[in-house]
């Protein structure tokens, strides 16, 4: 499993990359495989700067009776197994030394992990990759061993993941681990793991995982397709970066475009369902392909709590987001109509003088809840607490009793606050946010028509939002498919979720 991290050798469009092997004003120096061992050595260290980087290694070391170099990367190297393959290095007697490389691979290495490197690019490919490279007097390739071990932190649940029952583990920054933890998952040879690295600098490697037996083909090709014309210089902010590099255009509708999960068991069941999973390294999230409004909703807490609770929970979650983008702008809409409100509900309309108009008290509060969500993240923990309960106070008392807020409309920015928790994915969340405000201002601007105008417009931007592979962005809704819908809004038993067709 750990060749999965040294990737292809081969770059974006098939074109082998490139490299820092440009010399001192544009001129190419000579090839690391040109010329004898002092010649080769010295052009490594210039081509790596050794003067210059801390965190490269050259040691010299003696290899039966010949003379060798090691070169790696410091914070990628496992020590303990290291030494003791030097160790045995050190064991061995010149006149057992064999003149060919191929014998000498066959006779004294026998770790698993090793490559050979035979061009000027893949030496530099697999050293930043964290490999060790030694180079060995007499031979003219350059053999490597995989002892990386790259700096993670534990596979411990994600915070924004969590559930109440099943497994507590997560995926993790890097790619070899999220791998191993699918796998043990799913023990089947039909499970794949494809590797390619992309952008011209970074390098980053991206594995996409499916099962070959029940993966759609003409998805598979479409989504290798555009990965292999992804043509940038750097994937700076991931999955972010690749998920801007698959969508060039459209930036301008906030509905997420791919479900996220950092639970392993989640895109274990997805795998087997027949979806695609991109795993990018650097990065502790799973895109899971192809991606509907319906699989985004979709939290692992349903599955892990028997059928009738599981539907229950995922209608509430279903109705609590309905509610979160529509409970402000309606509340405005029957304030503008008073009328409309039937007298066993005239409690819901504000009794207290308005100071400042209720249009811009529910916007004003809008904005403050991320400011305070955004103050949050920024807090140390130890004073999160503390701070929150002082925001608190000063939001939901002091605004009120001052004049600035009516207590009706703290009470519903209250309900909108919390809802956007009640699903895990925070594009939607934002995306609902979005709306709301929108349907808010048109409500405000044209009464009763702006509100059916902002509600016109939520429909096209999700009917409207592409997708990179499936039949559609509201699929089983449209096109309509009444068996999965049904099982897109009732939480099926295991015996039934089985049956194919």
Same mark, same amino acid.
């Given at each position: 499993?750990?060749?999965?991290?040294?990737?292809?050798?081969?770059?974006?469009?098939?074109?082998?990359?490139?490299?820092?092997?440009?010399?001192?004003?544009?001129?190419?120096?000579?090839?690391?495989?040109?010329?004898?061992?002092?010649?080769r050595m010295k052009r490594i260290q210039e081509l790596l700067c050794i003067d210059k980087n801390f965190d490269i290694l050259h040691r010299q070391l003696a290899i039966g009776g010949r003379k060798a170099s090691m070169f790696v990367v410091d914070g990628f190297l496992r020590t303990a197994v290291s030494e003791k393959v030097l160790e045995f290095f050190y064991s061995i007697q010149e006149e057992d030394m064999p003149r060919d490389y191929a014998e000498f691979v066959e006779k004294y290495a026998p770790y698993a992990d090793i490559m050979t490197i035979d061009t000027q690019e893949k030496f530099i490919q697999f050293l930043l990759s964290g490999m060790s490279c030694f180079l060995i007097e007499g031979y003219q390739e350059i053999i490597a061993f995989d002892f990386r071990e790259y700096p993670s932190r534990s596979i411990e649940e994600p915070d924004?993941?969590?559930?109440?029952?099943?497994?507590?583990?997560?995926?993790?920054?890097?790619?070899?681990?999220?791998?191993?933890?699918?796998?043990?998952?799913?023990?089947?040879?039909?499970?794949?793991?494809?590797?390619?690295?992309?952008?011209?600098?970074?390098?980053?490697?991206?594995?996409?995982?499916?099962?070959?037996?029940?993966?759609?083909?003409?998805?598979?090709?479409?989504?290798?397709?555009?990965?292999?014309?992804?043509?940038?210089?750097?994937?700076?902010?991931?999955?972010?970066?690749?998920?801007?590099?698959?969508?060039?255009?459209?930036?301008?509708?906030?509905?997420?475009?791919?479900?996220?999960?950092?639970?392993?068991?989640?895109?274990?069941?997805?795998?087997?369902?027949?979806?695609?999973?991109?795993?990018?390294?650097?990065?502790?999230?799973?895109?899971?392909?192809?991606?509907?409004?319906?699989?985004?909703?979709?939290?692992?807490?349903? !599955? !892990?709590?028997?059928?009738?609770?599981?539907?229950?929970?995922?209608?509430?979650?279903?109705?609590?987001?309905?509610?979160?983008?529509?409970?402000?702008?309606?509340?405005?809409?029957?304030?503008?109509?008073?009328?409309?409100?039937?007298?066993?509900?005239?409690?819901?309309?504000?009794?207290?003088?308005?100071?400042?108009?209720?249009?811009?008290?529910?916007?004003?509060?809008?904005?403050?809840?991320?400011?305070?969500?955004?103050?949050?993240?920024?807090?140390?923990?130890?004073?999160?607490?503390?701070?929150?309960?002082?925001?608190?106070?000063?939001?939901?008392? !002091?605004?009120?009793?001052?004049?600035?807020?009516?207590?009706?409309?703290?009470?519903?920015?209250?309900?909108?606050?919390?809802?956007?928790?009640?699903?895990?994915?925070?594009?939607?969340?934002?995306?609902?946010?979005?709306?709301?405000?929108?349907?808010?201002?048109?409500?405000?601007?044209?009464?009763?028509?702006?509100?059916?105008?902002?509600?016109?417009?939520?429909?096209?931007?999700?009917?409207?939002?592409?997708?990179?592979?499936?039949?559609? !962005?509201?699929?089983?809704?449209?096109?309509?498919?009444?068996?999965?819908?049904?099982?897109?809004?009732?939480?099926?038993?295991?015996?039934?979720?089985?049956?194919?067709?």
């Open positions: 499993m750990k060749k999965i991290q040294s990737g292809n050798t081969e770059g974006v469009n098939g074109k082998k990359p490139s490299g820092n092997i440009e010399g001192v004003n544009g001129e190419k120096p000579s090839d690391i495989f040109e010329g004898q061992y002092e010649e924004k993941d969590k559930v109440l029952r099943g497994s507590r583990d997560g995926f993790i920054e890097s790619l070899v681990p999220n791998a191993a933890l699918i796998r043990r998952r799913i023990r089947d040879v039909n499970l794949i793991f494809e590797i390619q690295q992309i952008g011209r600098s970074s390098k980053t490697d991206v594995a996409v995982v499916y099962m070959k037996d029940r993966v759609k083909e003409a998805s598979l090709k479409e989504i290798k397709r555009r990965l292999q014309n992804i043509d940038v210089d750097s994937l700076t902010m991931n999955k972010e970066s690749l998920s801007e590099m698959l969508f060039p255009r459209n930036w301008y509708n906030p509905f997420p475009r791919f479900k996220y999960s950092e639970r392993p068991d989640t895109a274990a069941a997805c795998l087997l369902e027949g979806s695609i999973i991109l795993l990018v390294d650097n990065s502790p999230a799973a895109m899971i392909l192809p991606t509907s409004l319906f699989s985004i909703l979709e939290d692992a807490n349903e !599955y !892990y709590f028997p059928p009738v609770t599981g539907t229950y929970l995922r209608m509430t979650r279903m109705l609590t987001s309905i509610i979160a983008i529509y409970i402000t702008p309606v509340f405005l809409l029957l304030l503008q109509n008073p009328q409309w409100v039937p007298e066993w509900l005239e409690f819901i309309l504000i009794k207290d003088k308005v100071n400042v108009p209720p249009v811009i008290q529910l916007l004003i509060l809008e904005f403050a809840i991320d400011g305070l969500k955004m103050a949050s993240i920024n807090t140390p923990n130890m004073l999160t607490t503390p701070l929150s309960i002082v925001a608190g106070i000063v939001f939901g008392d !002091y605004t009120v009793s001052s004049g600035w807020f009516n207590s009706e409309i703290m009470l519903y920015m209250a309900f909108v606050a919390v809802a956007n928790y009640t699903q895990s994915n925070m594009e939607l969340g934002y995306a609902i946010k979005f709306f709301r405000i929108l349907c808010l201002v048109l409500t405000a601007w044209l009464g009763l028509p702006g509100f059916i105008a902002g509600s016109i417009l939520l429909a096209g931007f999700l009917i409207g939002n592409p997708v990179l592979v499936g039949k559609g !962005y509201l699929y089983p809704l449209i096109p309509f498919n009444g068996r999965q819908l049904l099982k897109r809004f009732f939480r099926v038993s295991l015996p039934y979720s089985e049956k194919r067709g």
